[in-house]
């Protein structure tokens, strides 16, 4: 028996969801559980230390494939076993390209969800990315998908939200034309457009308008650069 867990069950069937979880509390483990995908999304993010994620695929509201997806975008690398009635190969590997580790279909035998659930817990965590990134008086919530600087929102296209994320990922560093078009455009080739300067120029409206210290900064001959001047 491997040491106990701090889990988070998401499942809408509460038939299934009091059986699994009086069973691993039977176990030691320490088991939440939500009853629908955002209910469940949201305990992921704001609730701190779970160490392993039971997630049904269809659930109301969100459903699974689309939780693990915005985990895993937000670099959130806690182990997800599907527990799902969609036991197709296609409907596994949809699941594990989604960002699930491990796939268990119903109806189950709880022998087995407590060996899967031991085998994930004995894995080495995971380095997972900040779901915050902040340069200076400037901040940016992944998961939330909002921006702020100093006490004021800042409202951003998806685009621009891309473009900014890249930037603040490389702060302090030197980009490129080039790395930008690939990153934040997936283009691989020169599209001889101002697509890259015109986001910048709007970018720069919106994050350093106002302020006293502006945070983007073109190198001349190089690229762009996000920080702060000392």
């Not at 779970?50 to 915005?70: E, S, W």
């Not at 997972?128 to 909002?146: F, G, N, P």
Request: hydrophobic share 45%; charged share 30%.
């Amino acid at each position: 028996m491997t040491s106990a867990c701090k889990i988070l069950l998401i499942e809408d069937d509460r038939e299934t969801a009091d059986y699994v979880a009086h069973g691993l509390r039977e176990l030691g483990h320490t088991v939440d559980v939500a009853g629908d995908g955002a209910e469940g999304l949201f305990l992921a993010t704001e609730e701190s230390g779970y160490q392993l994620l039971i997630v049904d695929r269809m659930l109301p509201r969100l459903d699974g494939l689309a939780i693990v997806k915005t985990l895993r975008d937000a670099g959130l690398n806690t182990p997800v076993l599907f527990l799902t009635t969609l036991g197709g190969i296609d409907d596994r590997v949809e699941g594990l390209e989604a960002g699930g580790d491990d796939y268990l279909t119903k109806p189950f035998a709880f022998a087995e969800l407590v060996a899967r659930v031991q085998a994930l817990a004995r894995r080495p965590p995971l380095q997972s990315e900040a779901t915050v990134l902040r340069v200076a008086d400037l901040t940016m919530d992944l998961i939330k998908r909002r921006v702020w600087r100093a006490d004021r929102a800042i409202d951003l296209q998806p685009r621009e939200f891309r473009l900014l994320e890249y930037l603040m990922r490389h702060a302090d560093e030197v980009v490129t034309r080039t790395m930008l078009l690939e990153q934040v455009w997936d283009f691989h080739f020169e599209p001889k457009t101002s697509v890259v300067e015109t986001h910048i120029s709007r970018l720069r409206t919106k994050i350093d308008r106002g302020f006293d210290t502006p945070l983007i900064h073109t190198v001349r001959g190089a690229g762009y650069s996000l920080y702060a001047d000392a």
